[in-house]
């Protein structure tokens, strides 16, 4: 394997490594939208 091409190699999985811990951490800090995730809490209660 050439220098260049190990170089490639770093810096290509570097870069997929950080956008992912960037994505992920984005997610995982939005704030909480406050609607339910559930279906059983919109279905309609009949009594």
């Known amino acids: 394997m050439t220098t260049s ?17 960037y994505f992920f951490r984005k997610v995982l800090k939005a704030p909480s939208s406050g609607a339910s995730d559930s279906y059983s809490d919109n279905d309609v209660k009949k009594d």
């Open 5 to 21: 091409a190990l170089i490639m190699i770093v810096l290509t999985q570097g870069t997929v490594i950080t956008a992912t811990i």
